[in-house]
């Protein structure tokens, strides 16, 4: 099983020059691409690493978290993509349960996997989804979902087919929800998901933990005043 890393940055190197070796070691991860905003982190990264595991872009212009993330997924060469937060980071023992679950249950290209907690840090508890393992997420209840955890569905850091997830774009009349959704652009994509593609379905596994690191530049804090949360959040009452 071959994993895509995939990780947006923008002036993430702090977090970066930690977590690379780690994944580096990963036998999951076969590649690693990083979609950098304005080339600050990708000099760093060219400076300090050699592997031809790591493959790096830089944009011709900040795109925004959204956007951002399209890109350093339409740049993966396999299909199975996890998808990253760069101030963030996944143990060895993430991909393991990945693993494990889909050995036992079948890899479905419809499925987004998604964490089933974010280990507590010294400064944040972390958000737990455990209640919900052996639910499948689907249009049926992806609202009712919505409504009882809201952080569950604005929580990326998941692994899901590029295949599928190139299914579910933004059309072109829809495109400003994405320059407008700042960092809810997570919550963005699982409705684009559920809106394009009727047949997803969502599983969080167990397992599936990784660290997110909630520190003064993290892209939410810095942006939350700006966001309009009534707008996002609504959009799930569609189904």
């Known amino acids: 099983m071959n994993i895509s890393l995939c990780i947006p940055?923008?002036?993430?190197?702090?977090?970066?020059?930690?977590?690379?070796?780690?994944?580096l070691d990963n036998p999951y991860i076969n590649e690693i691409v990083i979609c950098d905003e304005n080339g600050n982190?990708?000099?760093?990264?060219n400076n300090t690493f050699t592997s031809d595991k790591i493959r790096t872009h830089i944009n011709d212009e900040?795109?925004?978290?959204?956007?951002n993330k399209q890109k350093v997924v339409s740049l993966a060469k396999n299909d199975i993509i996890c998808l990253m937060d760069s101030d963030n980071f996944a143990p060895l023992s993430y991909f393991e349960s990945f693993k494990g679950y889909i050995n036992t249950r079948g890899l479905k290209e419809n499925t987004i996997y998604m964490p089933s907690r974010t280990i507590p840090q010294p400064n944040h508890r972390g958000f737990d989804y455990r209640n919900f393992i052996n639910l499948d997420i689907n249009m049926k209840n992806i609202n009712h979902v919505v409504n009882q955890n809201r952080a569950l569905v604005n929580t990326?850091?998941?692994?899901?087919?590029?295949?599928?997830?190139e299914k579910a774009k933004l059309t072109d009349e829809?495109?400003?929800?994405g320059k407008t959704c700042l960092a809810l652009d997570v919550l963005l994509q699982n409705y684009l998901f559920f809106k394009r593609c009727p047949d997803t379905q969502m599983v969080v596994v167990p397992?599936?933990?990784?660290?997110?690191?909630?520190h003064p530049g993290s892209y939410y804090i810095t942006t939350y005043q700006q966001i309009n949360t009534n707008m996002f959040h609504a959009l799930f009452n569609e189904f």
Do not use: C, Q
């Open 174 to 177: 829809n495109v400003h929800l």
């Open 41 to 45: 982190d990708v000099k760093n990264i």
């Open 62 to 67: 900040v795109l925004g978290a959204f956007f």
């Open 156 to 165: 990326g850091n998941y692994i899901f087919s590029k295949t599928h997830f």
């Open 9 to 23: 940055t923008m002036d993430r190197w702090d977090f970066l020059k930690v977590s690379i070796p780690k994944y």
């Open 207 to 214: 397992g599936m933990e990784y660290d997110h690191i909630v």
